[in-house]
T-cell receptor, first 115, second 114 residues
Framework: KAGVTQTPRYLIKTRGQQVTLSCSPI?????VSWYQQTPGQGLQFLFE???????NKGNFPGRFSGRQFSNSRSEMNVSTLELGDSALYLC??????????????FGPGTRLTVT | AQTVTQSQPEMSVQEAETVTLSCTYD???????LFWYKQPPSRQMILVIR??????QNATENRFSVNFQKAAKSFSLKISDSQLGDTAMYFC???????????FGKGTLLTVNP
């Protein structure tokens, strides 16, 4: 089975621009979560989607948004980029069926650099 | 608040030796799951081992095992017969079934020396 894929892998943007990152979960997984990883703050939860519905959202400003499509693929968008948004953005998918242990499987990440 | 504390920012071990990474967590929930993830340098995050909080038996996956002390909210990872490929950042994390988000510790950088 193919793992979680994320595109693009690397991205360089300028302050004020917006960016869209994409994530394709493991086949059959219906839950997709997004995390931001930085050296200073570590791994922080952005949001989680299941069957096209956002079920939880972390403490990030409204510039960070996401969505999930009917095929479980997900995108996240960051508008009006700031230097502090430079980070590794990780997507994770989970099976999320009754009795499952909620483990999440991560993609390789998108490295976003804001200049 | 739900938190995870990894008190060892860095550790090193000689190849073939055993090492234990510490983790404590805090939650008021009863239904949760604990994980150790491994992130090798510039590589993908990999799930190492998981433990359901309702299970008393400690989880084991080949050379990796955990010591789960629920009352103490402690969840340490033991790596036996350390290999060079075990060099990585190790993250302790847990998820509460009702909120679907993983809460991570800051990580322990483990270096296995030849």
């Amino acid at each position: 089975k193919a793992g979680v894929t994320q595109t693009p892998r690397y991205l360089i943007k300028t302050r004020g621009q917006q960016v869209t990152l994409s994530c394709s979960p493991i086949s059959g997984h219906r839950s997709v979560s997004w995390y931001q990883q930085t050296p200073g703050q570590g791994l922080q939860f952005l949001f989680e989607y299941f069957s096209e519905t956002q079920r939880n959202k972390g403490n990030f400003p409204g510039r960070f948004s996401g969505r999930q499509f009917s095929n479980s693929r997900s995108e996240m968008n960051v508008s009006t980029l700031e230097l502090g948004d430079s980070a590794l953005y990780l997507c994770a998918s989970s099976l999320q069926t009754s009795g499952y242990s909620y483990e999440q499987y991560f993609g390789p990440g998108t490295r976003l650099t804001v200049t | 608040a739900q938190t995870v504390t990894q008190s060892q920012p860095e550790m090193s071990v000689q190849e073939a030796e055993t090492v234990t990474l510490s983790c404590t967590y805090d939650t008021s929930e009863n239904n949760y799951y604990l994980f150790w993830y491994k992130q090798p340098p510039s590589r993908q995050m990999i799930l190492v081992i998981r433990q359901e909080a309702y299970k008393q038996q400690n989880a084991t996956e080949n050379r990796f095992s955990v010591n789960f002390q629920k009352a103490a909210k402690s969840f340490s990872l033991k790596i036996s017969d350390s290999q060079l490929g075990d060099t990585a950042m190790y993250f302790c994390a847990f998820i509460v079934g009702s909120n679907y988000k993983l809460t991570f510790g800051k990580g322990t950088l483990l270096t296995v020396n030849p």
